[in-house]
DNA sequence: GGAGATTTTGACAATCATTTTCATTTTCTC
DNA sequence: GAGAAAATGAAAATGATTGTCAAAATCTCC
């Protein structure tokens, strides 16, 4: 059974940027939809796991959810005003986060890469008057 | 005033990895040390704020701070298993993000970079009988 | 088609890090 | 010192997330 699970994914499919639990929740009460939030937030998770989407999570401790486009490694370019993402691919950064780690004699080696801005849209001048 | 904030500088100081609030806390109970939970939160957010400590979250969402040696833009090497640090550099990897958020279009771009891993301690073989 | 087993669901309570509140204490400032 | 301003911390509040558990949906085998 994976009506429930469908359902949350293609909300997130719907949206542009990184999506909270809560928020997905919102929106499909919104449209209607008969979800609890514990339902949600077991989808989103069972979906993470699969890797069917992707988290985040943001400065205020929040975890956020993405349905990309991609499905292999990439990163997010994401805009901190309107949440505008943008998938990029930095296989520089790869080879460079597996250099460090085993230069130092670590191994198993994973890392996080986000990058922060805003997006052109953002940051035209706001009208004034 | 800074006595409590010196306090948990020095707690903080002394660790090796990164360490939450309440671990801070803790400790510093532990050591005898008169001070409340709010007031390290507080003395963290502080000395996170003017940069005298780095701030990590981790996947539980917890808040970890660290007294890093360098002052300067650095990123971490993390082990994952007994929490040991290492302040890497990466350069290529700034001019990277900077260069993808330009390329996009987007502006004031920070980013976020963290390497993990087991370190040699932890991935040497456990001892078998 | 149906009985019973299994899984999924969701309302509500519980958890837990973090933040607020607010009265008390400490530390200036003059 | 007196009074103002800042720091402290105990306890309550917050808020996202998780656990509980009974009801509902779905599957399985006859």
Redesign the interface.
Known sequence: MTTRRDAVHDTLRRSEGFRSAQDVYAEMRLHGAKIGLTTVYRALQALADCGQVDVL?TDE?E?VYRACASDDHHHH?V?RRCGHT?E?A?P??ER??EA??SD?????????????????SC?APARVG
């Not at 004699?105 to 922060?116: L, N």
């Open positions: 999570r401790g975890s370019l805009c943008v990029v930095g520089a950064v460079w986060a460090v780690g130092h004699g670590f191994t198993e080696i994973t890392h996080t890469v986000e990058v922060f801005g805003t997006c052109s940051s």
